[in-house]
């Protein structure tokens, strides 16, 4: 059974740029939640997405968007990078949208100068 | 607004002992609540769960208790081991799509 893969682990962006990250769910699992974990803090929801669909979302500006793909893997892009847009990014996959186990990826650290 | 609180940011206990971890929350509306354990360099992992039907869930060396008039809840490990070294989020929901999770407690067992 392969876990939750993300891509990339580690990148460094400029501020007015933008970024994809990639997450592969957990072999079974339909659901993929994005979460952002700054420094110091828990990780806080951003969106989910169930069967190619947006499934809730939290409050993270527009230039925040993602896509779920057929095979339940999912992208995060972030448009017009800021500075506090630094943060871990958590891709977490769970069996269907309102299971409360969510199996984590290791997360891909983003740095913006 | 923080809706969860973990308001111990560490919390180091003897190998052996028990260690209480605590986490309070505002929104009465949450119906579940989990635990993850996080290790460096790692995604965190889910270590039990507790529904708001209930008020105290085992799994082993871990019990979470939920106190729903209090709007608190605990995680108790008995004993700890220098393995659950860690930090420690709790998290909440009502909607089971959406979490809410603490800032976490960094746990230091010493063996």
């Not at chain 1, 079974?28 to 989910?48: D, E, K, M, R």
Request: with cysteine; charged share 15%; net charge neutral.
């Amino acid at each position: 059974e392969t876990g939750v893969t993300q891509s990339p682990t580690h990148l460094i962006k400029t501020r007015g740029q933008q970024v994809t990250l990639r997450c592969s769910s957990q072999s079974g699992h339909n659901t993929v939640s994005w979460y952002q974990q700054a420094l110091g803090q828990g990780p806080q929801f951003i969106f989910q997405y169930y069967r190619e669909e947006e499934n809730g979302r939290g409050n993270f500006p527009p230039r925040f968007s993602g896509l779920q793909f057929p095979n339940y893997s999912s992208e995060l892009n972030v448009n017009a990078l800021e500075l506090d847009d630094s943060a871990l990014y958590l891709c977490a996959s769970s069996l269907n949208p309102n299971t409360g186990e969510l199996f984590f990826g290791e997360g891909s650290r983003l740095t913006v100068l | 607004d923080q809706q969860v609180k973990q308001n111990s940011p560490s919390l180091s206990v003897q190998e052996g002992r028990i260690s209480i971890l605590n986490c309070d929350y505002t929104n009465s509306m949450f119906d579940y609540f989990l635990w993850y354990k996080k290790y460096p360099a790692e995604g965190p992992t889910f270590l039990i769960s507790i529904s708001s039907i209930k008020d105290k869930n085992e799994d082993g060396r871990f019990t979470v208790f939920l106190n729903k008039s209090a709007k608190h809840l605990s995680l108790h490990i008995v004993p700890s081991q220098p393995g659950d070294s860690a930090v420690y989020f709790c998290a909440a929901s009502r909607t089971g799509n959406q979490f809410y999770f603490g800032t976490g407690t960094s746990l230091t067992v010493i063996p």
